[in-house]
């Protein structure tokens, strides 16, 4: 049986490692003398390279569906005046919660073994922290009143989902004329998380081999624009010596 959610995303060490993730800084999360790819911070990117701010309308509205910890939907409130984060994890969401109270938050980041040092994520202090509301919920079943959004932003969601396609189909009532959608994917399928039939690509049909950017493209385009797709590599520190280096596609589409 497929969970909605692992362990992982509930796990200490997952909340660790998104934190970092969301809010650490390049160089100092890793021992000295080790030079991992420079890229970015990819939350602040997946806002800064997938949205127009220049095609927002006044008082905009934004969802981040899949937010974990919640760095995106701060980028967000950059253009947007309402951000509504939702994650299926509770320990994210209580996590992002506090941030969003606070705008900080101390925790321990893993260096090597069971040795870890103190860490805080800090929310850029320029972003108004008020325009943003976190909420639990599964992305296969959003509540009824959300309301519609000039932008819907899936980050690294899809392929973490029992049914991608159960929630692609939903995204382009959510979305206002001319709203934005932004998808960012590495595209790793694994059984864990969705069960192979349920996959968008990354397998061989009768006709030969099928990608889950041309099962997008089929989804979506009754009702969306495709206007640009782009690389946006990530990196997720495990420790001081491990970390994990991926690229996700960014394609970013306009609802007719
Ligand atoms: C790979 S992480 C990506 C998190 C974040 N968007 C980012 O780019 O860093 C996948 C996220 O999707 C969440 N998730 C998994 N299944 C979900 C569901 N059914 N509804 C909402 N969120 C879900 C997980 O809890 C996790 O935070």
Same mark, same amino acid.
């Given at each position: 049986m497929i969970r909605l959610a692992v362990p992982y995303y509930e796990s200490d060490?997952?909340?660790?490692?998104?934190?970092?993730?969301?809010?650490?800084?390049? /160089?100092? /999360?890793?021992?000295?003398?080790?030079?991992?790819?420079?890229?970015?911070?990819f939350p602040e990117q997946c806002v800064r390279q997938g949205c127009d701010p220049g095609r927002l309308p006044p008082n905009a509205r934004a969802l981040d569906l899949?937010?974990?910890?919640?760095?995106?939907?701060?980028?967000?409130? =950059?253009?947007?005046?309402?951000?509504v984060g939702i994650d299926y994890s509770d320990r994210f969401i209580a996590v992002a919660q506090e941030l969003q109270t606070k705008g900080r938050m101390d925790f321990?980041?893993?260096?090597?073994?069971?040795?870890?040092?103190?860490a805080t994520a800090i929310v850029p202090p320029e972003i108004d922290r008020q325009r943003v509301h976190f909420e639990q919920g599964d992305a296969l079943a959003l509540p009824a009143n959300l309301g519609t959004f000039d932008v819907v932003l899936l980050a690294?969601?899809? /392929? =973490?989902?029992?049914?991608? =396609?159960?929630c692609l189909q939903q995204i382009p009532n959510l979305l206002n004329p001319g709203g934005q959608l932004i998808i960012t994917s590495p595209y790793t399928w694994l059984p864990e998380?969705?069960?192979?039939?349920?996959?968008?690509?990354?397998?061989? /049909?009768?006709?030969?081999?099928?990608?889950t950017r041309a099962s997008l493209e089929t989804i979506l385009a009754p009702h969306c624009r495709l206007v640009a797709a782009k690389n946006i590599p990530f990196l997720i520190r495990e420790h001081a010596r491990k970390f994990q280096y991926s690229v996700a596609e960014a394609t970013l589409w306009i609802r007719a």
């Open positions: 060490r997952g909340v660790a490692e998104y934190l970092l993730f969301h809010y650490g800084g390049a /160089d100092a /999360d890793f021992a000295p003398g080790i030079a991992p790819p420079s890229v970015g911070n899949g937010c974990a910890v919640g760095r995106a939907s701060f980028e967000l409130a =950059r253009h947007c005046s309402t951000v321990v980041a893993l260096e090597e073994g069971e040795l870890t040092r103190p690294n969601l899809i /392929d =973490r989902l029992p049914d991608p =396609r159960c998380y969705t069960a192979r039939e349920k996959w968008l690509g990354g397998y061989m /049909d009768a006709n030969g081999p099928v990608k």
